[in-house]
């Protein structure tokens, strides 16, 4: 997908937003936070990001020099508490430009447990408030402590020491590969009853232990669920795009591209 124009003022969206935050949430806690839309979802205290379905610590795996988290994010939280917005309604996901998470199709009994939540890029970048998007020193972390959303370069630092590992030591590519993206995904078809992807989930092997299943994305509408796996980068391609990778059922490959900041994408944290 090439980037186009479109979005090219937040200053002029923004009047619009902060107009329509202050209809739809106005349970603020305090005047500079946002809270969550969800009245379900209590935010854990200090964003205790655990296995939410057993209240494990974080699970995670090495690969090469790297450690990154065993499952996608499904914190409802930044780190220092602050809620992050549920936002469900089409429109006014697409006209964000301050963080927001929601569950593929909106559907957490369906969804959460596997796939973890997905997140505007202005969570990543932890932009809560209309101060904060324009002062990088007042954004907060959406990562738990000791964790972080990877750079595009810790990204392609882990993508060619597996192109590497499974070329004989070859030198690294780029970020983009033709081995490492099987590598990454988890394996098993949903139609042969054995794991989640849609056939025929192209060259999976798992071999590096990342664990990675197709949760989707979101514009204003979903898609992708069994045959789109993508994760956000924090490091921005444009005034309105930033970094992320995907993998998808047809092909080993794994993709670098440029992706609107108000699209919805799931997040690996990589250790500090």
């Keep these: 997908m090439k980037l186009s124009t479109r979005l090219n003022s937040a200053r002029f969206l923004f009047p619009i937003v902060l107009m329509i935050f202050s209809l739809g949430f106005e349970a603020c806690k305090k005047d500079d936070e946002l809270p969550n839309q969800s009245n379900n979802n209590t935010p854990a205290p200090n964003n205790v990001c655990q ?6 610590m974080i699970e995670s795996v090495a690969i090469g020099t790297q450690e990154w988290m065993l499952m996608n994010l499904n914190a409802t939280c930044y780190q220092d508490g602050t809620p992050i917005p549920n936002v469900t309604e089409p429109a006014l996901w697409s006209s964000m430009v301050v963080g927001a ?19 505007n890029w202005y969570a990543i970048a932890g932009i809560h408030n209309a101060a904060s998007l324009n002062n990088p020193s007042l954004r907060k972390k959406l990562a738990p402590a000791g964790w972080h959303v990877p750079t595009d370069s810790e990204w392609t630092l882990l993508i060619d020491f597996l192109d590497s590992d499974a070329n004989g030591g070859s030198s690294p590519v780029g970020g983009e590969s033709n081995e490492a993206g099987g590598m990454l995904k988890s394996q098993g078809t949903i139609q042969e009853g054995n794991g989640l992807w849609l056939a025929p989930n192209e060259m999976a092997s798992n071999s590096s232990g990342f664990l990675g299943v197709p949760g989707g994305s979101r514009s204003g509408s979903f898609n992708g669920i069994g045959a789109l796996a993508g994760w956000w980068a924090s490091t921005e391609s444009g005034p309105d795009s930033a970094w992320h990778r995907w993998l998808t059922n047809d092909s080993g490959t794994i993709y670098k591209e440029g992706s609107w900041k108000y699209t919805g994408r799931s997040v690996r944290c990589v250790k500090d």
């Design 51 to 56: 296995n939410d379905q057993e209240g494990d």
């Design 101 to 119: 998470w929601c569950w593929y199709n909106n559907d957490s009994a369906t969804y959460a447990a596997t796939y973890g939540k997905l997140y």
